[in-house]
């Protein structure tokens, strides 16, 4: 599994958002100290604020503003999306130590810095797993969990096997490629799954058939309590383009949406 397989289809899945939401508000870009590493994010909207992290190779220009999802949320919501480190406009060490859990803590210090005490957390693929690391690490600071196009990167299974062989022979490894190898840190166990005490929602594309395959099924055999919604017509790529991702997205928030006012 190398880095530049999976490159082609991310900027494919950007084209094509480019081309149908070409009008798409793109919010301003603002940066935070996490740890000594530059970390990009933006806020748009107002609300209980929602934490939206972005796929592995993306960023999240290309997998929230340009479909129009970020505007979306934020005719409701508080949206913060943040571009993970080793992406779009965050620094991209090339240490490993600079990866695994320091991208979940990334979020812990964006809430920091936006004195935010909890957030709803969306993440896709990628961002669903650093999101789960974050509800079960720090439950204290997740108001609700949504996963899209992933569910649960399980301890000792085949998924956390192939992330942790990504560019693992080569000694000039880029940024991305040591990021996704680390991506096999941030497996969790049966237990910590178990021990996940947050609303959830998992949305995955119909035709996303190695994601059901690899996480969704093994999820739904602990926690059927989980609700999964399948998006219609979507695979891995362009689920993020489907209105119903949006919509689903949506509902979930709303779902869990608080009285209390966020803090």
Not at 31 to 45: E, F, M, R
Not at 234 to 240: E, R, S
Request: hydrophobic share 45%; glycine share 8%.
């Amino acid at each position: 599994m190398r880095a530049r397989f999976f490159s082609a289809p991310f900027v494919v899945a950007a084209c094509l958002a480019y081309a149908g939401c070409a009008g798409a508000e793109t919010p301003k870009v603002q940066t935070l100290d996490s740890g000594g590493l530059k970390i990009a994010y933006s806020v748009q909207g107002q609300g209980e604020p929602v934490v939206l992290i972005h796929g592995w190779l993306s960023s999240a220009n290309i997998n929230w503003s340009l479909p129009g999802t970020s505007a979306r949320l934020a005719k409701d919501f508080q949206v913060i999306a943040l571009d993970v480190r080793g992406h779009g406009a965050s620094d991209k060490p090339t240490d490993e130590d600079a990866y695994g859990q320091e991208m979940m803590e990334d979020v812990v210090w964006l809430l920091d810095h936006l004195k935010i005490e909890r957030a709803h957390i969306v993440g896709y693929s990628m961002g669903g797993i650093i999101a789960a690391n974050l509800a079960s690490r720090h439950p204290e600071r997740v108001r609700s969990l949504t996963l899209g196009g992933m569910a649960w990167l399980k301890t000792g299974g085949a998924a956390q096997w192939l992330f942790a062989r990504i560019g693992r022979d080569d000694p000039d490894a880029k940024a991305r490629t040591v990021c996704g190898r680390s991506l096999a840190k941030l497996a969790l166990t049966e237990d910590e799954i178990k021990a996940i005490d947050v609303p959830v929602t998992v949305l995955v594309g119909k035709k996303d058939n190695l994601i059901k395959r690899l996480y969704v099924t093994p999820l739904q055999k602990v926690r059927d309590d989980w609700p999964v919604i399948e998006i219609d017509d979507a695979n891995h790529i362009n689920c993020i383009l489907k209105e119903q991702f949006q919509d689903e997205i949506a509902a979930a928030l709303k779902r869990h949406a608080t009285a209390d006012p966020p803090q």
